[in-house]
């Protein structure tokens, strides 16, 4: 049985490996691989986190052998758990590519649930901006103005991601990583990113649509509810019939992380009109 690996470099010198197993697995990785630039890391790297992607025949309840506790994701497509070994496994139940598609997101972002319930990561929905080694998450729903505000920014500014992003704590510092545009598959204009690309995380920002220029501050409640939403937002399948205690465990790390992140991480509103400067404004925070 043919086997693949994909390996994607962290924030804190570690590394996430991904093991494909089959001909639908490996699929799946040559997908992935359209908008994820891989890399070839030292052997010596410790692993921080392993996910299993194989494929088995969809059962009525979900595959022999799995507790509830464990189960991540249950779908005719795909079945998923968290292993006693920490290891996230991914079962393919069906093989067309128009059904692999979907999948391809969550292959990705199960792969740091271990580093979300050690309050070490989260995946969060937001465009990453970078100057200088340093990194600015502006977030929002869907239409806010990310995609937007990425094509806009000047050099030495560089659009690192528009979509989704991974933020790590490591000993106490904040680092973000781009992730891909999954909907690029829909419009066909593929740009991979190198999720192995890290910068130091210098701040939050909500975009506000405005007339004007601005970066308001915030109450710290609001603050962490900014970080969680993000997260809540872009993982919209994990809000759902959930009510297993890994999943209570996932959202209580979550809200965890953003209580830490916003004590070391400035998080406010941005208010960024269509043509106006608003790199500049960050720029003086920075």
Request: with cysteine.
């Amino acid at each position: 049985m043919e086997v693949r690996i994909l390996e994607v470099r962290l924030a804190g010198g570690t590394k996430a490996v991904w093991r494909f197993s089959g001909e639908p697995a490996c699929c799946c990785l040559e997908l992935i691989e359209k908008v994820v630039i891989p890399e070839m890391l030292p052997d010596m790297l410790p692993v921080a986190a392993q996910v299993s992607v194989g494929c088995a025949p969809r059962t009525p309840d979900f595959p022999a052998g799995w507790r509830r506790e464990e189960l991540i994701h249950l779908s005719p497509e795909a079945s998923v758990r968290r292993r006693p070994d920490g290891v996230v496994e991914f079962l393919l139940h069906r093989t067309g590519s128009d059904e692999l598609l979907p999948l391809l997101p969550r292959i990705v972002w199960y792969g740091f649930l271990p580093q979300l319930l050690k309050r070490e990561a989260v995946v969060a929905h937001g465009a990453l901006l970078a100057r200088d080694g340093s990194g600015i998450v502006v977030c929002g729903p869907s239409g806010a103005g990310k995609s937007t505000c990425a094509r806009r920014i000047p050099p030495p500014w560089r659009a690192l991601c528009d979509d989704a992003v991974l933020i790590s704590n490591v000993g106490g510092a904040y680092f973000a990583q781009p992730l891909p545009t999954w909907s690029q598959f829909v419009s066909g204009e593929l740009h991979p990113v190198r999720i192995g690309e890290t910068v130091r995380l210098s701040g939050i920002y909500r975009l506000c649509h405005s007339d004007r220029e601005r970066v308001n501050g915030l109450p710290p409640a609001e603050q962490v509810q900014i970080l969680y939403r993000q997260f809540y937002d872009l993982n919209h399948m994990w809000r759902a019939g959930r009510r297993n205690s890994f999943w209570r465990s996932l959202n209580e790390a979550a809200v965890d992380f953003a209580f830490g992140a916003v004590r070391k991480v400035p998080v406010g509103e941005l208010e960024c009109s269509l043509t106006g400067e608003f790199w500049k404004e960050l720029e003086v925070l920075s």
